[in-house]
């Protein structure tokens, strides 16, 4: 559980219980049909349980995403040794999921989320910023010389969540190629040390 969260202390099997009964339905019907009885009653929980926590059902969500309970794979960052191949791939991985039209609203509830509640903020933060796989990925290329030593990271992995955030957003398509040009735009193009 987050150091950051605040208000009543809750159960921990109420909250694991909470936080799968809304992965199963999201994945199930989507979060347009997601609610808050639906999920009380598939955790087995009044439904003013749940509303001592979460203030919505984005917020729930944003939570199951943070915990890594929806579309763990499609979110997780590979590592194969070549960043910049690791980084396009993990974009076309949460491009794709942004493609659908539930991915599309995960991502616009979380965002919704942390809009409207400073405790899904700051998860949200810690999640993608400095304590994230992201930034770990890129500060083991900094120390294996697949990037300058004085490269921006924390920076960097901002620019690239920020590129996400910004077309979750805008629903634009993605056209091909976009995550290698966003993987350029932000390390430059010669700023690996290997070919």
Same mark, same amino acid.
């Given at each position: 559980m987050s150091a950051h969260r605040q208000g009543p202390v809750r159960s921990e099997a109420a909250r694991v219980a909470i936080l799968q009964a809304t992965a199963r339905l999201f994945a199930a019907r989507g979060y347009d049909h997601l609610t808050m009885e639906g999920i009380a009653g598939e955790a087995g929980v009044g439904k003013q349980t749940i509303y001592r926590w979460w203030p919505s059902k984005g917020a729930v969500v944003a939570d199951c995403l943070l915990d890594g309970l929806l579309f763990p794979e499609q979110f997780a960052l590979p590592n194969t040794g070549e960043l910049r191949e690791d980084l396009a791939t993990w974009l076309r991985n949460i491009f794709g999921v942004l493609e659908h039209p539930s991915g599309e609203m995960l991502m616009r509830? @979380?965002? =919704? *989320? =942390? *809009?409207?509640n400073a405790d899904v903020g700051l998860r949200l933060y810690d999640s993608l910023g400095t304590g994230s796989t992201l930034n770990a990925r890129l500060h083991e290329a900094v120390s294996r010389a697949e990037l300058e030593g004085d490269t921006p990271v924390e920076q960097v992995g901002d620019a690239l969540v920020g590129a996400v955030v910004m077309r979750a957003l805008s629903r634009l398509p993605t056209p091909a190629g976009l995550p290698e040009? @966003? #993987?350029? *735009? #932000?390390l430059g193009r010669s700023a690996t040390l290997r070919p």
């Amino acid at each position: 559980m987050s150091a950051h969260r605040q208000g009543p202390v809750r159960s921990e099997a109420a909250r694991v219980a909470i936080l799968q009964a809304t992965a199963r339905l999201f994945a199930a019907r989507g979060y347009d049909h997601l609610t808050m009885e639906g999920i009380a009653g598939e955790a087995g929980v009044g439904k003013q349980t749940i509303y001592r926590w979460w203030p919505s059902k984005g917020a729930v969500v944003a939570d199951c995403l943070l915990d890594g309970l929806l579309f763990p794979e499609q979110f997780a960052l590979p590592n194969t040794g070549e960043l910049r191949e690791d980084l396009a791939t993990w974009l076309r991985n949460i491009f794709g999921v942004l493609e659908h039209p539930s991915g599309e609203m995960l991502m616009r509830s @979380l965002i =919704a *989320a =942390a *809009a409207e509640n400073a405790d899904v903020g700051l998860r949200l933060y810690d999640s993608l910023g400095t304590g994230s796989t992201l930034n770990a990925r890129l500060h083991e290329a900094v120390s294996r010389a697949e990037l300058e030593g004085d490269t921006p990271v924390e920076q960097v992995g901002d620019a690239l969540v920020g590129a996400v955030v910004m077309r979750a957003l805008s629903r634009l398509p993605t056209p091909a190629g976009l995550p290698e040009q @966003l #993987v350029d *735009a #932000v390390l430059g193009r010669s700023a690996t040390l290997r070919p």
